[in-house]
């Protein structure tokens, strides 16, 4: 068996503590520390993870642990700094998205890993989703243009009130969670983004920036997309999920259950729910033929998933897909450079929404 890759965790958030759950149960990983600014006052690390080092400085813990491989999964502001110091010191890279807060930064992270050989995979959960791997399958059936339509907005209460606070301080909403859907535009329609708009309000007062966005992206195919997100406690949950592409052939939509109910102060509210961002209990696919008296010659299909993977077993899988990426020195030149070019997008839309006007990008 292949010695295990030891592994630094930095940030046990949401996604951070699934990562090292992942690393905690793998048989391929070794946990040698984990990271965060206040770990130590934190009260809630979960039971599986009781025992491992802990560090509340970076520079310490990467020095003292000397790890394989670090896993950043901290606030987006952190993530070149730190995933420059770990490629330096001659570690493998996994990093929530997005991979930086500007382009130059993201471009000096990717020329480092390209420089010093090491591997840079970045948490695009949907990549490993097979109900989105399906999705864009049926999209690229459907002719061109394309048109998409894409949101994800969030209802802000309990810990997500504070979660989504704190994110807004590193990133407005359609920059952060952008990333994954304008990535799903770019490989449904494998064409080059020429122009980006991008409009936003601040509606809640103790966030320090917007908190709703809308971009729209033009393709050199002559497809358009659009991506909506809002995070605050007044946001609505009318339509929060919406995911649909529509081409001359048809239209495939993600179809997820939403629960309306009004029992307890739990169920009001599910859009923050992190299980809820990726959840697709079916494909709905419709078919644009029509025969001689122009009704429609086939009925629209519905493909089921009920069984798909949940957020963990999401997060399994992206640390497996690390793991081999180590050990099988797998060519990683695809999905870095998808990382910059989405994130490339989304920040065009936050300079549209600064300069009243359309970017075109060059």
């Known amino acids: 068996m292949a010695d295990r890759v030891k592994v630094l965790v930095v940030g046990l958030g949401n996604m951070g503590a699934s990562h090292a759950s992942a690393y905690h149960r793998s048989e391929g990983f070794q946990i040698v520390g984990i990271m965060s600014r206040s770990i130590k006052s934190n009260t809630k690390i979960p039971a599986e993870l009781a ?3 802990l560090y509340e400085d970076f520079d310490l813990a990467l020095k003292e642990t000397k790890p394989d491989a670090v896993s950043i999964n901290s606030w987006p502001n952190t993530h070149a700094e730190y995933a420059l110091k770990a490629i330096a010191a001659n570690c493998h890279v996994f990093m ?15 020329a480092a890993a ?5 591997k840079l995979v970045l948490g695009y959960i949907l990549r490993v989703h097979p109900s989105w791997i399906k999705f864009i399958e049926v999209g690229k059936t459907l002719g061109k243009p394309l048109v998409m339509r894409l949101n994800l907005n969030q209802q802000s209460s309990g810990s997500a009130w504070h979660w989504h606070k704190n994110l807004i301080d590193s990133l407005i909403p359609i920059v952060d969670c952008g990333v994954h859907y304008v990535d799903v535009m770019c490989q449904l329609t494998g064409a080059k983004p020429v122009r980006v708009h991008g409009i936003g309000a601040k509606l809640w007062a103790e966030a320090d920036k917007q908190n709703y966005g809308h971009l729209h992206v033009t393709f050199d195919d002559g497809s358009v997309g659009w991506y909506e997100a809002g995070w605050g406690p007044m946001m609505s949950e009318t339509a929060y999920f919406v995911k649909d592409v529509v081409g001359p052939k048809g239209a495939v939509s993600i179809v997820a259950g939403q629960a309306a109910s009004t029992a307890s102060d739990a169920e009001v509210s599910n859009s923050a729910d992190i299980d ?3 959840k697709t209990d079916a494909l709905k696919i419709h078919y644009a033929q029509v025969d001689g008296d122009k009704n429609f010659s086939k009925p629209d299909e519905i493909v089921s998933m009920e069984d798909e993977p949940g957020h963990q077993e999401l997060c399994d899988r992206e640390q497996a897909f690390f793991l081999r990426a180590i050990r ?4 990683l030149t ?9 994130l490339r997008i989304v920040l065009a839309a936050e300079q549209s929404i ?3 006007r359309t970017v075109e990008l060059a």
Do not use: C, F, W
């Not at 929530?96 to 990717?110: F, Q, R, Y």
């Not at 695809?334 to 989405?342: I, R």
């Open 114 to 118: 390209r420089a010093k050989n090491r």
């Open 334 to 342: 695809e999905q870095m450079d998808a990382a910059v070019n989405s």
């Open 96 to 110: 929530e998205k997005p991979l930086a807060t500007n382009i130059e930064d993201a471009e000096k992270v990717v």
């Open 51 to 53: 025992g491992y080092p």
């Open 328 to 331: 099988e020195d797998l060519d």
């Open 354 to 356: 600064a300069l009243g």
């Open 276 to 278: 809820r961002h990726t």
